[in-house]
């Protein structure tokens, strides 16, 4: 196991994840007791909310108001999503932590479908993100490439075109002198499969060694435990995850787009493994519960249902 990663970085997905594709309103009070009851199972970072148009993703109306009501734990970063420049400035007008980042989607299609821009309107709206952060001091921490393993609408996605928009976006950081640490590679709609992740990882990896790729997983196809271990092989220590397996994308093209690899299964399965997580698994099954409970219907996740293995030891 020595090259396999002692400790895991999670990035807890469900409350933002989750509820943006749920087809009935969620109340802006049980979001609220969700993000703080995952704040109370040793995650460090949980993604409450995102800044969208309301009118194309209603589930995020209520996203100040949610910010506003989190009783925040220390250590436990609340963040938020958001597509453009406005998404940046309404996150800035509330209590979570807010940092840099940049976003593109190797599919051209999905683009224009989930922003309504192409890649060159995507890429000059990075260019905005990027004036307003150097205006601000705010360094950039993140980037992530949607439909990284391939596209609904278009089909296979090859390592080389994923390379190409880390490629661009690299360009446009060197324009600003600012460095990228963390790029964050996403299965948006579930194309992913053990030897694509191995070949897109180690395509950037070829190219940018030095830096810290993510995995952004969904399980659409039943792929993203296969894949998150395909990641750890690889040394990949970093995996957005959500909570029960909560979530999916509203404009991928696809009604089974499911949502993110389920937290607590991923955290059974790297303990197991003698993984570290820093997450108390149980008190994470009894959040899964919460979800079910919130959202009114089944929820995919495994470990929710078979339970942990402590009562057993």
Request: with cysteine; glycine share 10%.
């Amino acid at each position: 196991m020595s090259d396999w990663p002692q400790h895991i970085h999670l990035h807890e997905e469900g409350p933002r994840e989750g509820f943006q594709i749920e087809p009935l309103p969620i109340a802006t009070a049980d979001k609220v007791r969700f993000i703080e009851a995952l704040a109370d199972t040793g995650l460090a970072d949980v993604q409450a909310v995102s800044f969208v148009n309301p009118k194309r993703v209603p589930g995020m109306a209520d996203a100040e108001a949610v910010a506003q009501a989190i009783t925040r734990r220390p250590g436990v970063r609340y963040t938020a999503t958001w597509l453009n420049l406005r998404g940046l400035e309404r996150a800035l007008q509330t209590p979570l932590d807010v940092h840099g980042s940049l976003q593109i989607s190797a599919s051209e299609s999905f683009s224009q479908r989930n922003t309504g821009k192409d890649t060159a309107q995507t890429l000059q709206e990075q260019r905005l993100v990027l004036d307003f952060c150097r205006a601000r001091g705010m360094p950039i921490k993140s980037a992530i490439v949607m439909t990284a393993f391939g596209c609904n609408l278009e089909g296979a996605i090859a390592p080389a075109r994923v390379v190409e928009r880390v490629e661009q976006l690299q360009a446009l950081l060197a324009e600003y002198d600012m460095p990228l640490p963390y790029l964050r590679l996403a299965d948006t709609v579930g194309w992913a499969h053990p030897n694509g992740v191995a070949a897109v990882v180690g395509a950037v990896r070829e190219r940018w060694p030095d830096l810290t790729l993510g995995l952004h997983l969904h399980d659409t196809r039943g792929t993203a435990m296969a894949n998150a271990l395909m990641g750890l092989s690889l040394g990949v220590n970093h995996f957005d995850s959500s909570c029960a397996g909560l979530g999916g994308c509203p404009f991928a093209g696809h009604q089974g787009a499911a949502g993110n690899i389920c937290t607590e299964d991923l955290v059974f399965m790297c303990e197991e493994m003698g993984i570290a997580t820093g997450v108390d698994l149980d008190a994470l099954i009894a959040c899964a519960h919460m979800a079910e409970d919130i959202v009114g219907h089944p929820l995919p996740g495994k470990v929710m249902r078979g339970g942990s293995l402590s009562r057993f030891r």
